[in-house]
DNA sequence: CCAGGATGCGTGTAGATACACGTATCTCAT
DNA sequence: ATGAGATACGTGTATCTACACGCATCCTGG
């Protein structure tokens, strides 16, 4: 114990059970497991998410497809650079000048059809490391309105 | 309907259910939240999340420190960069030469005895939008074995 | 019509994440 | 002793993340 003589140590102990710590930790690992999966198909975790939920709900602006993302409207711009480099999503202005609807080009919708088994089976496997509590887990933290 | 022609995209309708995107959102929007807190106190979610570890658990090398955090190594090595030059951690060879023992410094202790009581609220605010049972979610994620 | 707040975005800057690859050191069987 | 495999790391490259700030456009009360 090198740190006995820290009075308060015992305090800082709490952030042990840092919810932050829990749940970046889950999603690096995570991630790591899909991108293990998905780099065969050549498209990361990130990016077959972008391309599939446009797929799913069509074309959007980039704020909608933010929130929906849970991610910074800001990252996700930054995001969209690769994926419109390889032509894989639209850029367009819409009725509103200001907003860029973002919608997913034939290209992309082969990159979404083809990588769809490599996510599959990550899917998966993810999901028989969770176990049916640890799945209900998660779903119960997607359901939570985190802000 | 736009890809009301798309034949398979009821197929994809699963990737809405994407155990990856329900971790990662959750852990950028708890991450965000407890940065918006710490900013106050100068220093990043991680960088105390790293400090408040090598204070707990004391020195140790590199590679056991990513494990603990869930965090590739090589990951880890580009997040020290900072707290290094902050002078907040020490940097030495261990034993074994090849290893490069961690530690925290008197300044770092400084920093996260300054920075806990934000620390503290941020995971107080989550504590209450998680619940009781999202916060036992979390804590299951936590315990179980990703890889 | 026309300020002034609200809305939708991009960029500068800085840090977080991780794979592929290469280096140095250790360990152990021969 | 020594060579092969294991171990502990750093770096190049690329992507992901987000705050602060600023710009253009929309909308609404006066």
Same mark, same amino acid.
């Given at each position: 114990?090198?740190?006995?003589?820290?009075?308060?140590?015992?305090?800082?102990?709490?952030?042990?059970?840092?919810?932050?710590?829990?749940?970046?930790?889950?999603?690096?690992?995570?991630? @790591?497991?899909?991108?293990?999966?998905? =780099?065969?198909? %050549? !498209?990361?975790?990130?990016? #077959?998410?972008?391309? +599939?939920?446009?797929?799913?709900?069509?074309?959007?602006?980039?704020?909608?497809?933010?929130?929906?993302?849970?991610?910074?409207?800001?990252?996700?711009?930054?995001?969209?650079?690769?994926?419109?480099?390889?032509?894989?999503?639209?850029?367009?202005?819409?009725?509103?000048?200001?907003? @860029?609807?973002?919608?997913?080009?034939? =290209?992309?919708? %082969? !990159?979404?059809?083809?990588? #769809?088994?490599?996510? +599959?089976?990550?899917?998966?496997?993810?999901?028989?490391?969770?176990?049916?509590?640890?799945?209900?887990?998660?779903?119960?933290?997607?359901?939570?309105?985190?802000?």
């Amino acid at each position: 114990m090198k740190q006995a003589n820290d009075r308060d140590t015992a305090d800082y102990m709490a952030a042990a059970g840092c919810f932050c710590l829990a749940s970046r930790q889950a999603a690096r690992k995570i991630t @790591r497991l899909y991108d293990s999966y998905m =780099q065969e198909a %050549g !498209v990361r975790i990130t990016q #077959f998410t972008i391309l +599939s939920q446009l797929m799913l709900r069509g074309d959007m602006p980039i704020g909608k497809l933010a929130t929906i993302l849970g991610m910074e409207r800001t990252t996700l711009t930054r995001n969209l650079g690769p994926l419109e480099q390889q032509k894989w999503i639209s850029v367009k202005a819409g009725e509103d000048p200001r907003a @860029r609807m973002i919608g997913i080009t034939a =290209q992309g919708r %082969g !990159v979404v059809r083809r990588s #769809f088994p490599f996510w +599959s089976k990550a899917q998966a496997h993810i999901g028989k490391l969770l176990g049916a509590d640890g799945q209900a887990a998660l779903k119960l933290l997607e359901s939570r309105n985190l802000g």
